[in-house]
């Protein structure tokens, strides 16, 4: 099954994270198919949090990849964030 997921990279104590199109069958941080977008909890300032390209991500769940709990969350909060109330 294909799942889309977030791997962990970033330095210790300065976790970063790839939105990722992998094999369920493959580690974490392992083999993917396709990167979508990230996620940096510790961005501060200007620098970007979330980001998530919506078009892959559409696509691939037309083929049938299941969007982890994490990673669900995640893309509602950026459609929430960019469609103004």
């Known amino acids: 099954m294909v799942v889309i997921r977030l791997a962990r990279s970033g330095a210790k104590k300065r976790p970063f994270y ?7 069958r493959n580690r974490r941080d392992g083999r993917f198919v396709e990167r979508i977008g990230f996620y940096n909890p510790v961005a501060s300032g200007a620098a970007q949090a979330l980001q998530v390209d919506t078009e892959r991500l559409g696509y691939w769940q ?23 109330a």
Do not use: C, H, W
């Open 62 to 84: 037309s083929q049938g990849a299941q969007l982890s709990p994490t990673a669900e969350r995640l893309v509602k909060q950026y459609n929430a964030a960019r469609i103004p």
């Open 18 to 24: 790839n939105m990722v199109v992998a094999d369920s």
